[in-house]
């Protein structure tokens, strides 16, 4: 079964509003991974966060981490029609030394 | 945008034929994998390679078989295509030694067998 478990599934919004995701992962990780997935295209890295951080912005974008909760959030701020996508969190098997991929949350922003 | 490469796009191929999914990356990676990818749904990994002559199976079960000759080539092959082998596939890398294993993908080949 995949590490990682999005929430919602599917979110729909208008142009300007946040936008939240949320991660549960089962294991103790090193770091979690966000990434976009544009429709029929590769995954595209956004931002990462170790496990030792709780909070990590970038530009748009701010992410959380709660280790006792097992548990990322993913937020877009003043979000564009252009952040249309699939977005998932990742977490590093250390073993393989392989990313697992959660589910995935289909975002999508109305004009 | 990152150097990794999938050819074809896209492709539709009638059951029974032998296929080869291309990948080849220019940023040097020695760590290679392929995911499998129902539109919309999770990302499977059916393989991995640690470097040149290592190859090994990921999560999800496949027929699909892979090489590593050489660095930045990791073909995915299918001996006999069927219907249930329909899906996006998608390839990608990152460095050996990195501290966050940040993967870059290829974008994606789409197989449809009829």
């Known amino acids: 079964s995949q590490q990682g478990e999005e929430d919602p599934q599917a979110l729909s919004i208008q142009e300007g509003e946040n936008a939240t995701m949320n991660c549960s992962y089962k294991?103790?990780?090193?770091?979690l991974q966000w990434y976009r997935q544009n429709s029929g295209r590769g995954l595209v890295h956004l931002i990462l966060?170790?496990?030792?951080?709780r909070e990590k912005h970038s530009g748009r974008l701010r992410v959380t981490l709660d280790t006792s909760k097992k548990s990322s959030s993913l937020l877009i701020t003043a979000s564009r029609a252009a952040d249309t996508a699939s977005y998932f969190c990742?977490?590093?098997?250390?073993?393989?030394?392989?990313?697992?991929f959660g589910s995935g949350t289909r975002l999508q922003v109305q004009p | 945008e990152a150097d990794i490469y999938q050819t074809p796009r896209y492709l539709v191929i009638g059951t029974g034929k032998k296929i080869t999914l291309e990948c080849s990356q220019t940023?040097?990676?020695?760590?290679m994998y392929w995911y499998q990818q129902d539109p919309g749904m999770e990302l499977h990994l059916i393989h991995y390679?640690?470097?040149?002559?290592?190859?090994e199976k990921g999560d999800l079960s496949s027929e699909s078989t892979v090489s590593r000759i050489r660095t930045e080539h990791f073909p995915l092959t299918l001996e006999s295509a069927r219907p249930s082998h329909t899906s996006q596939y998608l390839c990608?890398?990152?460095?050996?030694?990195?501290?966050?294993?940040?993967?870059?993908f290829g974008p994606g080949t789409r197989l449809t067998v009829t």
């Open positions: 294991t103790s990780i090193n770091n």
């Open positions: 966060i170790r496990s030792n951080e």
């Open positions: 990742a977490t590093l098997d250390t073993g393989r030394r392989a990313l697992t």
């Open positions: 940023m040097g990676h020695d760590k």
């Open positions: 990608a890398s990152s460095e050996w030694d990195s501290s966050t294993y940040e993967q870059y």
């Open positions: 390679s640690y470097g040149v002559n290592s190859t």
